[in-house]
C-alpha cells in the first residue's frame, strides 16, 4: 500500500508535464485554400485528393458529397472538397 502511495505523486507529476493535445490542431500543419481554384471542376479522385492535401499543407481531407450533413467544428489542420453528383469538384475550403 504504500509504494502505491509513494508512486502516485510521481504519477500525477509525469501527467502534469505532458501537453494536452489539442483538438482541430496538428503540429505542422495549418490548411491554406488560397491556391486551389485549378482543382475546382476536376473529378474527385484520390490522387486529386492527395495532391490538394498536399497544395494546403493540411493533415486531413474531408469530402463532401452532396446531400451529406458535415460537422461544423472547425479545424485548422483539415481540408473540406465539396463534389457534385458527378463527381467534380466544386468547392475546397479549409475547416
Given amino acids: 500500500m504504500r509504494k502505491v502511495l509513494l508512486l502516485t505523486p510521481m504519477t ?12 482541430g490542431v496538428t503540429l505542422g500543419h495549418k490548411c491554406d485554400a488560397a491556391n486551389t481554384n485549378q482543382y ?3 473529378l474527385g479522385t484520390a490522387d ?10 493540411a493533415a486531413v481531407l474531408r469530402w463532401a458529397p ?13 481540408v473540406t472538397i465539396w ?3 458527378a463527381k467534380k469538384i466544386t468547392k475546397i475550403r479549409c475547416g
Fill in 12 to 23: 500525477l507529476a509525469a501527467c502534469a508535464a505532458q501537453q494536452p493535445p489539442v483538438h
Fill in 40 to 42: 475546382v471542376g476536376q
Fill in 48 to 57: 486529386t485528393g492527395a495532391a490538394i492535401l498536399r497544395a494546403t499543407k
Fill in 66 to 78: 452532396p446531400n451529406t450533413m458535415l460537422t461544423m467544428d472547425y479545424r485548422e489542420d483539415r
Fill in 83 to 85: 463534389v457534385d453528383e
